[in-house]
């Protein structure tokens, strides 16, 4: 009889542990990894980001304060890659792979900010002496809100569209 309690002990701890293990697996992220990728003529252009959602918040001029420099995504900082020169709204980016901010502002006229080093958590350590470029973007309202901040790249450019803001980057 005490081998079957302590057998059927050690099967219930066993099956508890695996229904645990699996709702942790099952739950998702908060703010998902995500990729856009795309070709601008003939160069292939590479977002990774995290995709946070709005859930009920103020987003601009709160979540994300105007005037400060933003990660444009969430956790780590986004990056934006290229494997052929561009132009950014009229200025030259190298090829090659960076982080990439934007910096909102009240007004509308956002700055877009790609930065030489592409592997930083968040903006918090981002040092704008490594900035390769910096170029002044419109925003756009969206006809509907974007619940989970997404990237899409497309003929023109890129768009990255959250909340009831759209704000895109134009390449050739």
Known sequence: MKSM??????????MTISVNAFAQEAKKPASPAATATGKIKDATITI???SPSVKDRKIWGDL???DKVWRAGANDATTFETDKDITVQGKKLA?????????PKESGTWTA???KEPKQWGAYKYEEAKDALRVDVK???L???QETLVYKVNKNGFTMDWDKISVPVEIK
Request: aromatic share 20%.
């Open 143 to 145: 006809q509907a809100k």
């Open 95 to 103: 090829k090659g792979k960076y982080s990439f901010f934007l910096i």
């Open 113 to 115: 900010v790609f930065n």
């Open 139 to 141: 925003t756009k309202p």
């Open 64 to 66: 994300v304060p105007f």
């Open 5 to 14: 309690i302590k057998s059927a002990t050690v099967l219930f701890a066993a």
């Open 48 to 50: 990774a980001y995290n």
